[in-house]
T-cell receptor, first 111, second 114 residues
Framework: RKEVEQDPGPFNVPEGATVAFNCTYS??????FFWYRQDCRKEPKLLMS?????NEDGRFTAQLNRASQYISLLIRDSKLSDSATYLC????????????WGAGTKLIIKP | NAGVTQTPKFQVLKTGQSMTLQCAQD?????MSWYRQDPGMGLRLIHY???????DQGEVPNGYNVSRSTTEDFPLRLLSAAPSQTSVYFC?????????????FGPGTRLTVL
């Protein structure tokens, strides 16, 4: 089993719709969690950190479920510009070495 | 403020050739890393550095060397290129030693080994 798993998609979603996808992780000792966004043929960029209490940034909401070992990302009122691959990152410790990256979920927003 | 820069953007090598991928950052970050990204896989850490003169191996270090003579520069050297090293390479930096800190990535180098 992979340490961090994501549905590769693609998720094809009409503009204005709400979309959500999950990321599961295998190590229950994981300490911190992130969502990065990666546009086609570009570098990853931090979208948001995921806190235990959940957090929201505009149209984006991230949740953590420690009991079931997954994090989620919800995008409301999706825009064409939201089309990208969303990478889940799990940090099992304090060092860079313990960052585990998911392979990403591809999202395509259609007009 | 250029952030993290990488050169070259694209490179084609023949098996057995060596080359150096350049990475520089102007944010005075202590922590720098090299990742490779392959289709269907997450980013994998090759080598990292916690400061000038200090480097360590990541998850997939074989076939690669690094050095960190200055805070700004963190070159990655391919010793004898193999087709398995065909990948997209990203350099990243961040300010603190903690995994919770934001990583800033360079634009990547697309390497093909024939």
């Amino acid at each position: 089993r992979k340490e961090v798993e994501q549905d590769p998609g693609p998720f094809n979603v009409p503009e204005g719709a709400t979309v959500a996808f999950n990321c599961t992780y295998s190590n229950s000792a994981s300490q911190s969690f992130f969502w990065y966004r990666q546009d086609c043929r570009k570098e990853p960029k931090l979208l948001m950190s995921v806190y235990s209490s959940g957090n929201e940034d505009g149209r984006f909401t991230a949740q953590l479920n420690r009991a079931s070992q997954y994090i989620s990302l919800l995008i409301r009122d999706s825009k064409l510009s939201d089309s990208a691959t969303y990478l889940c990152v799990v940090n099992m410790g304090d060092s860079n070495y313990q960052l585990i990256w998911g392979a990403g979920t591809k999202l395509i927003i259609k007009p | 403020n250029a952030g993290v820069t990488q050169t070259p953007k694209f490179q084609v090598l023949k098996t057995g050739q060596s080359m150096t991928l350049q990475c520089a950052q102007d944010m005075n970050h202590e922590y720098m890393s090299w990742y490779r990204q392959d289709p269907g896989m997450g980013l994998r850490l090759i080598h990292y550095s916690v400061g000038a003169g200090i480097t360590d191996q990541g998850e997939v270090p074989n076939g690669y060397n690094v050095s960190r003579s200055t805070t700004e520069d963190f070159p990655l050297r391919l010793l004898s290129a193999a087709p398995s090293q065909t990948s997209v390479y990203f350099c990243a930096s961040r300010n603190s030693p903690y995994g919770t800190d934001t990583q800033y990535f360079g634009p990547g180098t697309r390497l093909t080994v024939l």
